[in-house]
């Protein structure tokens, strides 16, 4: 389809003002005028509003912005607002930016920055620059008090992606950390930074003072990963834009970093063409069966680039889009298009591109205008002659979007398609793209832009692929710690050593955590294997397998996982790698606290009608009589006028969730609460019907009571480092939930749902093989957070004990 540059109507012209401050003073009656444009010129031109947001959604974000108007003084204060409105749609194509004034008084801003840019590396954020006052690597714990986990969300917003996705935001928020952390927190002179230093248990804490816009877009280009990771910021030039590399005689590589090569008749789309069929041929007559196709740095482009790449790839017919239309017959809201061209004339200029649009969506169904049959957009395309017809692996990054993820899509539908990386920032089943419309605000300046065409791809629908996400790679892999040091490729190399795999043989036990592990993307099982098999070789007897299995334990970083005896289920080894002691369900300090002879089942009515219920760890036995027992619990306290609760989990050491789940059902409430996903990203669902609790559809036990608890009673949790596993998944049970707080410290971090196979018998091996997720599919790949700290402390009544006056605080507000 044509591209059709809408915010260039006419020349620009040059207009001069004074320097500005973005924290300056900015009315609220300004701000409602501005947030009324910006709202009407959404709902009528911006045909992706509602992709991925209902009405609902999009009426209730607008009204939040309103709220906070009430609350704001500031330029600043105000353009984070149009940026959380922005950003909340959920279209890489989206953008607000500051007007040039504004941007230049940043660059000349003398302090107020945080000095060092960021890194995100198994799933922490490092310090990325080796020469600070912080060692390189640290992992950042907290900055002014405000723990990094709330930190990072709050500076998303000015970036936007696809969906809900993330994994761009964090591309980009990981260079402008201290720019975007000055956007939303303002001006700050010292930055006081508690930070771990890589491979200690430690906590530190250091003041940082504040640097100035130019120093750190300095800091920023001597970042320690810029030789590895700069290809995620640069432009490409001619000759880097595209590479094939022969790797052996069944393996080639093909690159593509990006499809900004021109139309059909520009000369760099005619040579990029002759260059796929130079090498397809090639790979056809030297029959190359495994190709790995590379576009982990390919941000979009030119249509028809990424078709015919794509026409080499499969055996289908195709088109680029299944549908496309816009929301609009004519551009609305010209008085505030982006152009500085006088009101007055603009209406003579847009005539064409009315024209244009009303020719490319001719087909009007209920106020929506839809491409024809005859729009190139459906053009239907064949396959090349010299089609690729062995394995595809595809490596995407979150840096993928537009046509870039357009062409990943399709290849990603294949059959014969496995998918490397990282999710990407461009949807699989489609985006907002092809032509952009640009407003000001009349009243601020901002400058907001989006792309008018919502677009459906054409692509095969996808157990693991998420409407409102990016691509979801079939093997999520991303660079370790050990190779961000050493700036090596993780996902180059592990595809490498996956297609190598395809001729190892496996020793038994090592496929079995191979296919199983929650953690099996991030193993060199080619390395385990052949140290494994030499551990234990000649060793047929299961105590002399000791090493060999430790071996394996701890090369899947599983800290929940272990191998037991088939006979009488004791613990043969389980992981001991790096665990903090407070978080080591074996250590002494852990054992303490959930075997305290105090830490039974109990229940008591506390004053002001709450009630008290200490849930711990339930091990075997009888399911249904367990259940009971918590249920008639409830029952007593409900009898007795509860409306409040307390859930204290802080002594929970895990066991059977089942009896838990089941046993609080009433209280946790109706539908789907709680999940597990693996790394297939199948969902194992855990549901309450009428207060009876199913495990992935199966009836855990039929419970005979049900109290009547109303659906928004309070409800305080209460968790301690020493919560663990299934005592884990019961909080998660709750999270989500309306009027429900978590009070105490954050858990002990194993939550994940174990398997238990059978090796044969007497070995059975217990490893991780999904995640817990909350009622709102939000994942827990580490420890279950609380809304307040409070430290929790052993051998305390509850009359005493802070944890619990915190909660009995909030549930008499």
Sequence with gaps: MKTFYIYLLLAFFPITSCAQSIDDAFSQEKMRKDLEVFKQTRESANSGLYKYRTKQEIDSIYNWADEQIGKSSTYLHFYNIICQLTDFEGSSHNSTRFPKKYTKSLKEETNGYFPYPLRYIEKKWIVNYAEGEIPLGAEIIAINNNKIEDIIPNLYKYYTTDGVNTTGKRIVLEPNFGKLYRNHYGLVNQFTVTYSPNNSNETKSTTLKSISHKSYTKNVSKRYSRPFDYVNYKDWKEDE??????INTNTAILTVNDFGLGNEKDPMHLQYAAFLDSI?????QKKINKLIVDVRYNGGGDDPNDLITYSYLTNRNFQENKQAWVSFKKIPYLKYAYTKVPRIFRPFGVGKYNREFQKEFPKEVDGIFYQDETSNDHKIRMPNKNVFNGTIYLLISPRVASAGSLFAAMVAGNENSVVIGEETMGGYYGHNGHTPLGYILPESKIETIFYAVNLEQDVPKKSNQIYNRGIIPDYEVTQTYEDYLNQKDTQMEFVLNLINEKEVTYHPIVLKAKE????????????????????TKDKEKTEDLREGLQYLINSLGDKHGHFRSAKDNSIIVSYNGKISEESNRNSKFVNTVINDVSAKFSYKLLDNGIGYLRIVGIGPGDVKEQSDFIRQGLIDLKSKGVDKWIVDLRFNGGGNMEPMISGLAPLIGEGFVAGAINKNNEIRDFTIENGQFFNYGRLVCEMDSLP???TNEKVAVLLSRYTISSGELVAIAFKGR????????ETAGYTTGNGYDKIDDELVIVISQDVFIDRNKNRYDNKVGVNENIKFQHNVNLENDNQVYKAKEWLNE
């Design 708 to 710: 009547e608890i109303k």
């Design 738 to 745: 309306n009027n429900t707080v978590f009070i105490g410290e």
């Design 241 to 246: 834009v595209y590479d094939y590399k022969i």
């Design 516 to 535: 199983t592990s929650l953690y099996g993307d991030k193993v060199n099982w080619n390395e385990v294997n052949t140290k494994y098999i030499a551990l």
């Design 280 to 284: 397809f041929t090639d790979i056809k």
